[in-house]
């Protein structure tokens, strides 16, 4: 769906006013003056108000449904929806880094009590956020799990599990004969994870690959790097160290790539990896070449087998 528009120079608050909107509505600039969103009802819904304000402020716009021929394909156009939720995730997951240092050295209730109601509105800007994330912008997990922490060591409940069940231990042999399930489109943490599945957990693994908003898991299944999964993102922790220790794997070797993959992953240079830049301009290009996740899989389980040899070598 598509908004063309075009903006009266003033006044100047007006201009801001439509950005904020298109911002709160989750529209992304395909060009200065055209904006898009999937098209459904909602949306449809949400352009025509826009549109209604434009009119009424002077300005002139029209709505439409378009089918991309040329110039931006439909992968281009979710890309851009997704980087720009990935930056509203990014933010919220500084700003939750950021109370959790203040945590750290809270020493009275008065500090603990305003840490928590900043924590239940960084929560609301998460829901809301994710209200807007049509395609499951990978950056909502990190953000998630941040939050999700902040929470646990804020509550004075000893037991958590039932809050949270995607922290339940898992044995390495509750890992075997199981169908692991992820999200369509997958990236460095995924993949990565995907090979240390075959590799060192189960050789005989099913993957399935599915949408990742309001999917519901079969019996049997086990998520992984997904929004409420059984394996994912905890605390600063990528989906690929958790799932390491999940299965009580403690080899130097992956432990390094895990640092790799957790420095691409969410880009917060924790542990300052040199190799994580060219390894993710590898990955970046196994994506832009294979279209399909297990070609990405495929594709990508040579790039780990190397660096793990390397890393056993370096030790060795």
Request: proline fraction near 3%; aromatic fraction near 8%; include cysteine.
């Amino acid at each position: 769906m598509l908004l063309i528009h075009q903006l009266p120079s003033k006044p100047a608050y007006f201009r801001v006013k439509v950005w904020r909107r298109l911002q709160r509505i989750g529209a992304v600039a395909v060009k200065s003056t055209v904006y898009a969103l999937p098209a459904n009802a909602e949306t449809q819904e949400d352009f025509e108000w826009l549109l209604k304000e434009i009119v009424e402020g002077g300005g002139e716009a029209m709505v439409c449904e378009a089918r991309l021929i040329d110039g931006l394909s439909d992968a281009q156009a979710h890309a851009l929806f997704d980087a720009a939720r990935d930056e509203d995730y990014e933010t919220i997951a500084d700003e939750a880094r950021t109370l959790s240092a203040r945590l750290e050295a809270a020493a009275s209730a008065e500090e603990r009590a305003e840490i928590r109601t900043q924590v239940g509105r960084l929560r609301k800007r998460l829901a809301d956020i994710a209200t807007i994330d049509f395609f499951g912008a990978t950056g909502r997990l990190s953000a998630e799990s941040l939050i999700a922490e902040l929470e646990s060591r804020l509550t004075e409940e000893m037991d958590m599990a039932d809050e949270h069940p995607r922290t339940t231990p898992l044995t390495a042999a509750d890992l075997k004969g199981r169908i692991w399930v992820t999200r369509k489109g997958v990236h460095v943490d995924r993949i990565a994870c995907s090979w240390l599945i075959r590799r060192f957990i189960d050789p005989d693994a099913a993957i399935r690959f599915v949408p990742g908003k309001g999917y519901v898991p079969n019996s049997g299944e086990l998520r992984f790097d997904m929004f409420e999964g059984e394996i994912t993102h905890e605390g600063d922790r990528c989906s690929f160290e958790v799932l390491l220790t999940r299965a009580g794997i403690t080899d130097p070797a992956l432990q390094a790539i895990a640092e790799i993959v957790h420095d691409i992953d969410l880009k917060d240079a924790k542990f300052g990896r040199e190799e994580a830049t060219g390894i993710a301009s590898l990955i970046a290009g196994i994506c832009a070449a294979n279209p399909q996740d297990e070609q990405r899989i495929a594709q990508g389980g040579p790039v780990f087998d190397n660096l793990y040899q390397y890393f056993r070598a370096k030790r060795g």
